[in-house]
């Protein structure tokens, strides 16, 4: 080894890693470290000392390392206990969604040891968690699973089921906690697939607060779980047990409170310990004095002992001196105690601090936590300003009495119980109940509508993270427009919607909103509504689903909802709404292979788009336009769009449509046989997609750069490549893009000498293809065939199935040229009446009865 960059070839190579994952593990980006590898560039002094600690160089040969690293000294200068077999393989961290806990945990050692036991016993998989509201068991069951990490190979996952009411939408909960995507397109239904993707992997899986859905039919559905996925372990928190067969129930006490009131000790008791903790964050000059300790001490026994009931009465040292808080507790308890008997004791303790602490609020500030009860999954302080008539001001008072927390810049949240306890009391004023969420519903809609430039342009990664910590109010938003019938609204929302969903790949959750809004206006308004703002509303809902649709590959139903937009909004005559059906069709009939009316659409919306100002569909539709000419091999005019294209985008400043317009580019200089332009192009891509999130285009990416390493005959790279495109798209169920994946890397297997991976790889592209009806891909994967079957020596057969691809008007130019070069040299190999014979077989036979035929094993 001459160089530094060969060292760190020879560990990547000794590590069984890409050069992604080995750059992923020392923290450099694909591009530096490529740069290393091959000596173009040296690392600096804080890179070389990254890539130390990275890969565990000792503290005594680190000074050594760097200057080696940096050129300073020779490669022969490192210890020979730098060799690669001695940097040990640091196996890969579990997946974990787990929150991060801002504060320590008091009091609960012996629970979570106890917990962790009874989770490594292999008799134990379903472990519930039991105790009243705010007793800690969140916190305790976080804190458990986070102890299990190495336990658990497949991953720890957080699923919080306080936002769903109803059973039926445990499956998909789960599912998104785990990051899993359905496959619309398959024949098996989401619980179905949802347990045939878990029956294999060891999982912990904390479900959190499901208390409410057991009264719900369907809760069962757990106990098929852990039947179905025998190494899936659950960790439930609930008010009470689920009843479930095999359950293990751990009930969760309060925190110890001293027996006595004696001062002497009791600061190290965890529940007074708690108190502290507490009062000094409300206060920072809170400094109790012997004589506050027996007053503590009660309201720790009032509270049972339970933390939040501490936590809530803690917040009052501000205002009120200890005693004041133990007798205002002790009164209300009593109160709770005569007019809920049915209740448990430790829930009247919790009552009463609930109902001491909204007695102790002014009206106004009763008002305001009611008013924010309508918030989902927190807020902001200008939200609350608007929807809840809430002032900077009364938001500290409520945050200073821990009724609300402050959990980010300008960002609220409330306890969920607080929150049910305020809407409990807001239910009592109904019509101010009813404003209110009015107000929610337009400010999040509004907020939503108006965010789509700026998803559209260089803030697009801030403004998804912006948008994605508000989806709790977003739903809670639509739903109620739904309901209250406010299509205008939602309308505004929707190339807001169609970004962010297609974005973050919530393929599923997208169709069942968008399906279920436009039930909603077709019932209330017909199918034909006779207002123009709803039939502008129906129209636009109706090609954002066909958006989401044909992402998975349900291409018949994508064009019947595009059709049908384009049937409603035409007569309207207003171009800035029917772009956008113009642009989706015109993709639809290029995926299907129609692709002189996938020309006409998009060069249409082309010039739509550019009579109203509307630079980010204009650029779109050059995109496609690039993409159908290399489709049919008008390669000159296709490099000269997509280059345009991509000049677009990026005066645009879409990140995630700058590397959408590079994929494209980077194939069509492959094709042109510009390979490093087309490696450029496509890394950068990869670059540009990791930064926001954006895996369908990562999944572009990668494929991309499959093929150029397999025009490069760096074949086992472009199977890694083409793997994790395909496996991308399986996950997020773009089963067409699956299928091409496999139709590409079939090729590299071949090369690498696997006919029988080979077959199976273009017999999986060709069922898939054949049943999304992809046909220009399932052609791809028929030529394919036809490659082994020459080489298997038959090659009569060979030339009939490679006379049907080049006969068929939906072969895109790539896979006609592959086909025309392999016909001639069976030609040439071929007798004339053979030739003939192979021509009268490929006219008499239909592309789809030879498509069954090969399914059906008949292909020799």
Known sequence: MDTFGAWLRQQRTQLKLTREQFAERVGCSVALLRKIEDGERRPSTQIAELIANSLNIPEADRATFVRVARGELNLERLPATLKPAAIPIVPPTPR??????????????REVEELSQLLRDPHCRLLTLVGPGGIGKTRLAIETASQMKDIFADGVYFAPLAPVNSARFIVPLIADAIGFAFQSASPADPKTQLFNYLKDKQVLLLTDNLEHLLIEPGIELLAELLARAPHVKLLVTSRESSGLQGEWVFEVQGLPFPESRRPEGSAQNTSVELFLQRARRAHVGFNATPKDYPAIIRICQLVDGNPLGIELAAAWVRTLACDEIAREIGHGLGFLRVSARDLPARHRSMNAVFDHSWKLLTQEEQGVLARLSAFRGGFRREAAEQVAEATLSTLSTLVSKSLIRRSGAGRYDLHELIRQFAAEQFANRPEEQTATQARHSSYYLVY?????????????RETLAELTAEMDNFRAAWDWAVAHGEFTLIEQTLRTFAMLYDTRGWYQEGLYTLGRSVDALETAHGQSPPDRTNQVALGHLLSTRALLTYRLAQFEEAQAMLERSLEILRPLNDPCVVVEPITFLGTVMALTGNYARAKEL????????????DEWFAAMCLSLQGNIAMLTGEYKIAHERLQSAVAEWRAIGDPRFTAFGLNFLGQIALTLGQYNVARTALEESVALNSSVGARWNLGHAYQGLGAVAQAQDEHQRAVDMFR?????FTELGGRFYAAQGLAEMGRSVVALGNSTEAERVWGESLRIATEIHGTPVALEALAGLATLQAKRGNMGHALELLLIVLNHPASVQETKDRASHLRFELEAQLTRQQVEAAQAQARSKRFDQVVEEILQGGSD
Do not use: M
Request: proline content about 5%.
């Open 96 to 109: 974990v969604n787990l929150p991060v806990l801002l504060t320590p945990l008091i009091g609960r050692q």
């Open 602 to 613: 998009v060069g249409e919306g082309r010039e739509k788009a550019r009579a109203v100002g």
């Open 724 to 728: 994790k495109g395909v496996d991308t």
């Open 448 to 460: 939503f509508g108006q965010a789509d430039g700026r998803l559209r342009s260089s803030a697009q």
